[in-house]
């Protein structure tokens, strides 16, 4: 049974930075597509970034420049790098992961959110002026 769970979200100023997390438990990485969703009041949810693992190297596709995915393996958790925040980035924030073997590198760079089978609960990032 996989699962995703987030952690890390808070309140930050303008400019500062933020790391948020999402423990995995369940999923076979080989051909995993794993990605980052944000749902801001009002808007529709749309994907940040994504990160392609066939085992141990990992190719990663950022959306939007300064949001950088990452996996470690060992750790069973995926990361998202958040640099210069904005107040326009507050939002929730999700993880979220396709079925191994699903999608194809290329096809993780876009990946859309009817592909993505695992979600996690979401955690809240604020940005303060």
């Known amino acids: 049974q996989v699962q995703l769970v987030e952690s890390g979200g808070g309140s930050v100023q303008a400019g500062g930075s933020l790391r948020v997390s999402c423990a995995v438990s369940?999923?076979?990485?080989?051909?995993?597509?794993m990605g980052w969703f944000r749902q801001a009041p009002g808007k529709e949810r749309e994907r940040v970034a994504t990160?392609?693992?066939?085992?141990?190297?990992s190719k990663v596709e950022s959306v939007k420049g300064r949001f950088i995915a990452s996996l470690d393996i060992e750790r069973n958790t995926l990361y998202l790098q958040i640099n210069s925040l904005k107040p326009d980035d507050t939002a929730v924030y999700y993880c979220?992961?396709?079925?191994?073997?699903?999608?194809?590198?290329?096809?993780?760079?876009?990946?859309?959110?009817?592909?993505?089978?695992?979600w996690g609960q979401g955690t809240q990032v604020t940005v303060g002026t």
């Open positions: 979220a992961a396709a079925s191994p073997g699903l999608l194809s590198s290329f096809e993780c760079d876009d990946l859309r959110e009817r592909s993505a089978t695992y």
């Open positions: 369940g999923y076979d990485y080989r051909g995993g597509c």
């Open positions: 990160i392609f693992s066939s085992g141990w190297t």
